[in-house]
């Protein structure tokens, strides 16, 4: 059993930057694509970016291409997702999960998922 722990979450005014951390428990978490969600207030939860289990190319949701990166430190068992240039809409609760392919996580399927943390853009 894969466990996923974010952190990095908080409040920040727009056009901040935040880097969210999620730590996996397991030491073959190098096999895993990993992926970042979020789930705002009333909202269905929505994929933002996936990373393969050995880096490289990456995918992003159109609304945050170019403001958000993600990337991964194998050797830490931990996968990032830096925001730049935060807006109120990017308002939600941030999960990270885990799965064996970045197809499944993009239509939100994952084998793993975090307990999520807090993102607030203040305007």
């Known amino acids: 059993q894969v466990q996923l722990v974010e952190s990095g979450g908080g409040l920040v005014q727009a056009g901040g930057s935040l880097r969210l951390s999620c730590a996996a428990s397991e030491g073959i978490f190098s096999i895993y694509v990993m992926g970042w969600f979020r789930q705002a207030p009333g909202k269905e939860r929505e994929f933002i970016a996936a990373i393969p289990s050995s880096g490289g190319a990456t995918g992003y949701a159109d609304s945050v291409k170019g403001r958000f990166t993600i990337s991964r430190d194998n050797s830490k068992n931990t996968v990032y997702l830096q925001m730049n240039g935060l807006k109120p809409e990017d308002t939600a609760v941030y999960y990270c999960?885990?799965?064996?392919?970045?197809?499944?996580?993009?239509?939100?399927?994952?084998?793993?998922w975090g307990q999520g943390t807090q993102v607030t853009v203040s305007s």
């Open positions: 999960a885990a799965d064996g392919t970045i197809s499944r996580l993009r239509i939100g399927i994952a084998n793993y």
